[in-house]
């Protein structure tokens, strides 16, 4: 092998290093807070208000967070936007969820059976890789700045 093939292939492998720095659970950690933001954005009624989607208290952006009606732990519906509404604190976390009442509003909101879907899907197994993530890292930032500028949100 001459001198100029071993550089490029150390600079291939360098590379392919560079990539796998940032492990999954790293990404997967930003794309959730992101995505929270995401949702929580999109939720945004008036003035910078949202409605939890289970009980409907209205609290500002901030205080509200992103529900699952699957757990997050099912990648396959972890950022599935009829998987995902703001809901207050006392409905995600005190009352882990609301689940079966999240599931009447799904099928109210989008139609019937779909929260039968949504529980179908999350049986689905996924896994994604690092590209991926970046992939939707991006999408989602681009989405979050969409909805900032829309709904004239800069806090």
Same mark, same amino acid.
């Given at each position: 092998?001459k001198? $100029?093939? !071993?550089? #490029? =292939?150390?600079e #291939?492998? &360098?590379?392919v290093?560079?990539?796998k720095? !940032? $492990?999954? $659970?790293? %990404? /997967?950690k930003k %794309?959730?807070?992101?995505?929270? =933001?995401?949702? *929580?954005?999109?939720? !945004?009624? #008036?003035?910078?208000?949202?409605?939890?989607?289970t009980?409907?208290? =209205?609290?500002?952006?901030?205080? /509200?967070? +992103?529900?699952?009606f699957?757990s *997050?732990?099912?990648? $396959?519906?972890?950022?599935?936007?009829? +998987?995902? &509404?703001?809901?207050?604190? &006392?409905?995600?976390?005190?009352l882990?969820?609301?689940?079966?009442?999240?599931?009447?509003?799904l099928?109210?909101?989008?139609g019937a059976?779909?929260a039968?879907?949504? =529980?179908?899907?999350?049986?689905?197994?996924?896994?994604?890789?690092?590209?991926?993530?970046?992939?939707m890292?991006d999408?989602?930032?681009q989405? /979050?700045?969409?909805?900032r500028? %829309?709904k004239? /949100?800069?806090?």
């Amino acid at each position: 092998m001459k001198k $100029s093939q !071993i550089i #490029k =292939v150390k600079e #291939k492998k &360098a590379k392919v290093r560079q990539k796998k720095a !940032i $492990s999954t $659970s790293v %990404l /997967i950690k930003k %794309l959730d807070a992101l995505y929270s =933001v995401y949702i *929580r954005l999109k939720g !945004i009624e #008036k003035d910078g208000y949202v409605k939890c989607f289970t009980c409907d208290r =209205v609290e500002y952006w901030r205080k /509200i967070q +992103n529900g699952h009606f699957q757990s *997050r732990r099912f990648l $396959s519906t972890r950022f599935y936007d009829f +998987n995902c &509404a703001p809901q207050c604190y &006392a409905c995600n976390v005190g009352l882990s969820g609301m689940q079966y009442e999240y599931g009447i509003r799904l099928d109210k909101k989008y139609g019937a059976g779909t929260a039968d879907h949504v =529980v179908q899907l999350s049986k689905d197994f996924c896994k994604f890789n690092s590209d991926e993530l970046l992939k939707m890292i991006d999408e989602t930032e681009q989405k /979050i700045q969409f909805l900032r500028k %829309l709904k004239d /949100i800069w806090d």
